[in-house]
Each structure stands twice: as structure tokens, then as C-alpha cells.
T-cell receptor
Framework: RKEVEQDPGPFNVPEGATVAFNCTYS??????FFWYRQDCRKEPKLLMS???SGNEDGRFTAQLNRASQYISLLIRDSKLSDSATYLC??????????FGTGTRLQVFP | NAGVMQNPRHLVRRRGQEARLRCSPM?????VYWYRQLPEEGLKFMVY????????ESGMPKERFSAEFPKEGPSILRIQQVVRGDSAAYFC??????????????FGPGTRLTVT
């Protein structure tokens, strides 16, 4: 089983749609969880941390379910500029981060 | 506050040459991480360093690859006798963790290594 698993997509959605990405992780001892965004041929950029209680940042909502070892990201009112690859990230041993292979989102007009 | 800086941005080497990739962390960050991303694949952890110490090198290939983060100057990822399979994007990230700071890692723009 991969340490972090994501549906690779692509998810093709129209502007204004709501889209949700899911991610599962294998290490029950993981304590820190993040969503990063990566545009084509660019570096990953931190989108948001994921807290146990769930958290929201504008149009983005992240949820964590420790019992199921499951993380989600919800994007409301999708914009063309949201088109990117979304990386689910979990901490490994000694502070390193384990990246999923990413879910590609394409928002069309 | 300048972000994480990496140079060069693009590096072309012939098989058998050496590649040196440099990373300067964000100001105030003392933890540096190197990741490799092969085309159409996810990021893979390589090594985690603090000043003058390698904390975790479990992702580094056993041969030809080495990394350092000296007391002064940038972190260096060194690849000796490069082969075509080393062609990838190499990203450096830094974090202030260890002094009560945030745990998030911030990435540099990467070095794209092409081995011909």
C-alpha cells in the first residue's frame, strides 16, 4: 500500500462548480497534514494545513478523519486559476513529508 | 523576506559529469529538505539536513549522491557521475521547525537537471 494515495484525475469541472478531492494515508502515527498546490513545471506551494477539527480558508475547506486515515479538500465556486495539481501531504518519520502523486484539476469556462 | 532560493534553475550535464545543486533557505529557517520529482511522478523525499548535520538521508541513493548544509553558505546536493536516469527536477524546501515555529515547508523554484 502506498504511504499516501490520491486519485490522479483529471477532474474536469466548469467554472463555479464544487469539487472534492480525497486522500488516504497509511501511517497512523502521522501528526501533520497539508494540501499543496503545484502548477505545471513549478514548485509546490502550501495551500493549507489540515487540522483535526477541519478548517476553511475562503473557498477551500479541508477535513481530516484520523480513524479512517482520510483527508479531503473541497473547493467551492471553482475558478479557472484553480487549475493545477493538488498534492496531499503527510508527515513521515523525522519531519520529512510524504507526498501523494497528486490529483489534477482542470477548470473550464 | 526572500523565499527559498535555488540555483542553477536549469543544469545540463553529460553522462559521467558531476552536478552541484545549491539551496539557500528562507531567512530564519535552519532546516533544509531535498526532494526529487521525475517527469509525470510525485515528489520523493531525499534528505533532511540541519546546519552541519544530516538528520535523515533515507531517500538518498546509496551511491553517487551526497548532501551537505555547512555552517556558512547554502546547502549543496551533489551528484557524481550522472546518468540519464538522474534527469529530474530537484526541489529544496526549508522550515523553521525546531524553535517553536511552524512546521510547514516552503519550496524553492527547483533545479531542472538534464543529463545528455
Amino acid at each position: 500500500r502506498k504511504e499516501v494515495e490520491q486519485d490522479p484525475g483529471p477532474f474536469n469541472v466548469p467554472e463555479g462548480a464544487t469539487v472534492a478531492f480525497n486522500c488516504t494515508y497509511s501511517n497512523s502515527a502521522s501528526q501533520s497534514f497539508f494540501w499543496y498546490r503545484q502548477d505545471c513545471r513549478k514548485e509546490p506551494k502550501l495551500l493549507m494545513s489540515v487540522y483535526s477539527s477541519g478548517n476553511e480558508d475562503g473557498r477551500f475547506t479541508a477535513q481530516l478523519n484520523r480513524a479512517s486515515q482520510y483527508i479531503s479538500l473541497l473547493i467551492r465556486d471553482s475558478k479557472l486559476s484553480d487549475s493545477a495539481t493538488y498534492l496531499c501531504v503527510v508527515d513521515g518519520n523525522t519531519d520529512k513529508l510524504i507526498f501523494g502523486t497528486g490529483t489534477r484539476l482542470q477548470v473550464f469556462p | 523576506n526572500a523565499g527559498v532560493m535555488q540555483n542553477p534553475r536549469h543544469l545540463v550535464r553529460r553522462r559521467g559529469q558531476e552536478a552541484r545543486l545549491r539551496c539557500s533557505p528562507m531567512k530564519g529557517h535552519s532546516h533544509v529538505y531535498w526532494y526529487r520529482q521525475l517527469p509525470e511522478e510525485g515528489l520523493k523525499f531525499m534528505v533532511y539536513l540541519q546546519k552541519e548535520n544530516i538528520i535523515d538521508e533515507s531517500g538518498m541513493p546509496k551511491e553517487r549522491f551526497s548532501a551537505e548544509f555547512p555552517k556558512e553558505g547554502p546547502s549543496i546536493l551533489r551528484i557524481q557521475q550522472v546518468v540519464r536516469g538522474d534527469s529530474a527536477a530537484y526541489f529544496c524546501a526549508s522550515s523553521p521547525r525546531g524553535q517553536g515555529g511552524s512546521y510547514e515547508q516552503y519550496f524553492g523554484p527547483g533545479t531542472r537537471l538534464t543529463v545528455t
